[in-house]
């Protein structure tokens, strides 16, 4: 009785050092605990529905459960976290244009975070410089022209548009639209506020029609000979490719791509991006989230789900992404296109882009 007692007496012994140590580890390496049960929300202004695999296979892979909260645009989407207040739900910020994630950053929202995955998988120029959000995506912003009205070797540089021999020739979106604002907030930042005056004044002298529609309308009214080039982002053509449409397919043959300015500064990147918000309960796991999307099976997806670049250099991609071209990028940071976006929308104000 005596030995089997003092066996017993040390088998509990053995047990409670175990889990001691056991929970001592999962302290140290939170995101080794298990997680089932745990749910993140995501507030995300990507309407993309192939994005939701993404969603569904790192919950598969962690346990933990992606609430998506869809909102229409980012300006509705911080106005909401804003109004939310400390009682805000949500954990992590998705969201399109480095523009946008940088005026939720000025506006006190994300939560500076440090992470040796983000940092060493993502290029320093498509992150903030103190971590407060991340490019997960990119999308080159090219020139599109009409392959029977101009020559290829015509258009070298974003500077052509405001060229006079283009002269009612070129169509585009609003100045409203933040695309069009962070470009010209690019052109601030490498040029200088005269010199980006100077090219949206030539852009609005080359105008075909007054700025209207979307990249994909004004893609299809480059094909229809609307007007003969326009600016649009690179997946906006690849959803046109992959089109079961006749229509679709007949503006891809009539339109060509160029990526400008490949013997300067290179294309104009942007980026698709997050950040964990200060109202987060769930930090470890908004954080292990946005690592899983610089995994290599997601940045392959982004590229196969809506034909966007993968942030992360040397992932592969399929075909159809591939076949856009091999080209130089801008190595401008993309926080400069937030830093200078109020100067942009006067710059584009000043030149009458409506």
């Given at each position: ?34 997680a089932?049960g745990?749910v ?19 919950t598969?892979?962690?346990g933990?459960?992606?609430?998506l ?6 300006g ?9 207040g ?5 954990d ?13 950053q ?11 995955v ?10 903030d ?11 080159v912003?090219?020139i599109y ?15 052509d548009l405001?060229?006079?021999?283009f ?5 585009m979106?609003?100045g409203t ?11 601030i930042?490498?040029?200088?506020v ?7 004044r030539?852009v609005?002298?080359n ?32 959803r ?13 043959q009539?339109?060509?791509?160029i ?8 294309a ?21 989230f946005?690592?899983y ?5 997601a940045?392959s997806?982004f590229?196969?789900?809506n ?6 250099p040397?992932?592969k991609?399929?075909d159809?992404?591939?076949?856009f071209?091999?080209f130089?990028?801008s ?6 296109l ?16 409506k």
């Amino acid at each position: 009785m005596q030995v089997t007692r003092k066996l017993t007496n040390r088998l509990v012994v053995f047990i409670a050092a175990f889990l001691l140590v056991v929970g001592f580890g999962y302290l140290l390496h939170p995101s080794s605990a298990p997680a089932q049960g745990q749910v993140i929300n995501l507030y995300s202004t990507r309407h993309y529905n192939t994005d939701r695999r993404l969603y569904d296979d790192f919950t598969s892979q962690t346990g933990i459960r992606v609430n998506l909260v869809e909102i229409e645009s980012a300006g509705t989407a911080i106005q909401r976290i804003k109004s939310e207040g400390a009682n805000s739900p949500a954990d992590i910020l998705m969201t399109v244009d480095a523009g946008n994630l940088w005026r939720a950053q000025r506006e006190g929202l994300f939560e500076p975070i440090r992470s040796r995955v983000l940092e060493s998988k993502i290029p320093a120029h498509l992150r903030d410089p103190q971590g407060h959000w991340f490019g997960l995506s990119k999308r080159v912003r090219v020139i599109y022209y009409n392959k029977a009205r101009v020559n290829f070797s015509d258009v070298k540089s974003y500077d052509d548009l405001a060229d006079p021999k283009f002269k009612g020739r070129v169509v585009m979106r609003s100045g409203t639209n933040i695309y069009n604002q962070s470009f010209v907030a690019s052109l601030i930042a490498r040029q200088g506020v005269q010199k980006a005056e100077q090219w949206a004044r030539g852009v609005v002298a080359n105008f075909a029609r007054p700025p209207a529609g979307n990249d994909t309308s004004n893609i299809r009214d480059v094909a229809a000979g609307v007007g003969d080039l326009t600016m649009g982002n690179t997946y906006y053509f690849g959803r046109l490719a992959n089109s079961n449409r006749p229509e679709d397919q007949e503006v891809v043959q009539k339109v060509g791509m160029i990526f400008p300015d490949q013997q300067g500064d290179g294309a104009h990147v942007n980026i698709s991006g997050g950040g964990v918000l200060k109202t987060s309960r769930n930090k470890a796991a908004a954080i292990r989230f946005l690592e899983y999307l610089v995994s290599d099976s997601a940045q392959s997806y982004f590229a196969d789900g809506n034909f966007e670049f993968p942030v992360v250099p040397g992932v592969k991609i399929n075909d159809k992404v591939r076949g856009f071209g091999v080209f130089r990028e801008s190595k401008l940071n993309a926080a400069e296109l937030g830093k200078n976006q109020a100067e942009a929308v006067r710059v584009l104000d000043r030149a009458g882009w409506k």
